[in-house]
């Protein structure tokens, strides 16, 4: 009895989606259009949000185009920001490697301590 109910709900459940499938793909193209549309406007409509928000941001402080970078560095950073975060980098990775070392020479010196603790015990 069950196997007949799923088989049955099983072609209820196929037979809306193929009826449902022509109409949808129509409507799914239109909205998909629509929202490709509304995507681009609202893009360029932030970018020129932005854009005269940081004109106003410049004007209240009274910033001087001549500070305003006319090319950006790497990775669009300023080139002072990039060699700041490098540097960082570069020290963090340094940091790590003497901790490893250091960890390395305090194991070495407790293995060394062990064994001339054993062999002072052999010999006592």
């Known amino acids: 009895m069950q196997g007949k109910t799923t088989r049955l709900i099983s072609?209820?459940?196929?037979?809306?989606?193929?009826?449902?499938?022509?109409g949808t793909s129509l409507e799914t193209a239109a909205v998909l259009?629509?929202?490709?549309?509304?995507?681009?406007?609202?893009?360029?409509?932030?970018?020129?949000?932005?854009?005269s928000d940081i004109q106003w941001f410049r004007?209240?402080?009274k910033i001087s185009d001549r500070?305003?970078?006319?090319?950006e560095g790497v990775w669009g950073m300023s080139w002072a920001h990039f060699l700041t975060m490098a540097f960082l980098v570069v020290f963090a990775f340094?940091?790590?490697?003497?901790?490893?070392?250091?960890?390395?020479?305090?194991?070495?010196?407790?293995?060394?301590i062990k064994k001339e603790m054993e062999n002072d015990?052999?010999?006592n």
């Open 11 to 22: 072609i209820w459940i196929a037979a809306a989606v193929i009826l449902a499938a022509p």
């Open 33 to 51: 259009k629509n929202a490709h549309a509304s995507s681009a406007y609202l893009a360029d409509t932030d970018r020129n949000f932005q854009e």
């Open 59 to 61: 004007d209240q402080l």
């Open 67 to 71: 500070y305003v970078e006319e090319q």
């Open 94 to 112: 340094g940091a790590l490697v003497i901790l490893i070392q250091q960890q390395r020479r305090t194991k070495e010196i407790l293995e060394t």
């Open 121 to 123: 015990n052999i010999d």
